[in-house]
């Protein structure tokens, strides 16, 4: 989208036509399969969506919003998953921008800017002379993840559909200009009450009807494409490591999520602790060591060398519908319904909708 907005250094890979604005509107946990098997909720969705995109591993909102902040993987953003071990600071939870431990604040400890140094999209676009605006809700205005991944841009704090509608329109109105987009209570309800259930279905609706006041009311020479940054599924058949004393040996730390975990071994225990996850959890997952999980591009093309330590000794993604809980430290996360993070088509395929005016 920056490439069509006649940005140097970016390649327009979609083969998007050349526009004065354009706004990027992410619907957290809007799934490609989710969203065809309830197309009935989002009629307005369902006639401008033109493809799926592949959202990467991991399949959860920090890596997510991390790509579209920097335009590319983790392995090169550092993003490495909802939680995850940085050298220094302990196990990150990215979202929070706390020790996933004690829940301590590591802004202070864990500089954001420090911990994601690459030029952001949006620093890009506004050296570039392109008005650019994040568009999210107020209290995230100064978060460490947002800090990391979103600085550049002009941050305008929202707080309902009618604002976040009403603000994207109105950042739009600059031209050339662009704009990136956020709604979160999708993925919520998904994770509470299940994707596809009542209440994610009557939420859909809801988004379908933002999209719709967004296209009806872009500016001239605008694009808008809705997209998303993973998918999911719900879990059915569920491990809980910490009662499973063959996944604790030898590991120092555990992070990632449900379907997507990192393993932080003790010296010279990784392929003790691989050879352990491989026979108790079987087929149930995709398990590989880090270097094997690097040089199958799970993290992208490319992995920088101060990303590598954060990818844990043993990477573990779900297959199907299972998840690895930890029931004690994620009491909350263990909890929910819905779960995202690994490989499978459902959390990978997103859609892309594109509309212009």
Known sequence: MLAALGVDGFANTLGLPTVARACVLLVDGLGWELLAEHA???????????????????????????????????????????TFEVPGAGVL???????H???SNLLGVLVPEEAQPLATTFERAAKAGVTTSVVNYAQFKRSG?????QRGGQYVGVRAFGDLAAQTLRVLEAKPSFCYAYHSELDMLGH????????????LRQVDRLVESIVENLPPGAMLAVVADHGMVTVEDALD??????????????????????????????????AAWRAVIGERAWILSRDEAIAAGWFGPRVNDWVRPRIGDVVAAARDRFGMKLEMAEAVESSLIGQ???????EQHVPLALAFS
């Open 241 to 274: 490591v910490e009662a499973t004393p063959e996944l604790l040996e030898g590991v120092r730390a555990i992070g990632g999520e449900v379907r997507a975990r990192h393993v932080y071994t003790e010296d010279g225990a990784q392929a003790d602790v691989l």
């Open 101 to 103: 431990v004690d829940g």
């Open 192 to 203: 509470v009450y299940g994707p596809g259930s009542t209440a994610w279905r009557m939420q």
């Open 40 to 82: 009935d909720c989002a009629p307005v969705l369902t006639e401008l969506v033109k493809r799926p995109l592949r959202v990467g591993f991991p399949s959860t909102t920090a890596a997510g919003v991390a790509a579209i902040g920097t335009g590319v993987a983790s392995g090169e953003h550092g993003m490495a998953g909802y």
């Open 340 to 346: 995202h993070g690994s490989l499978t088509t459902a």
């Open 93 to 99: 939870n990215a979202l929070r921008w706390t020790s």
């Open 145 to 149: 993840l947002t800090r990391a991944v």
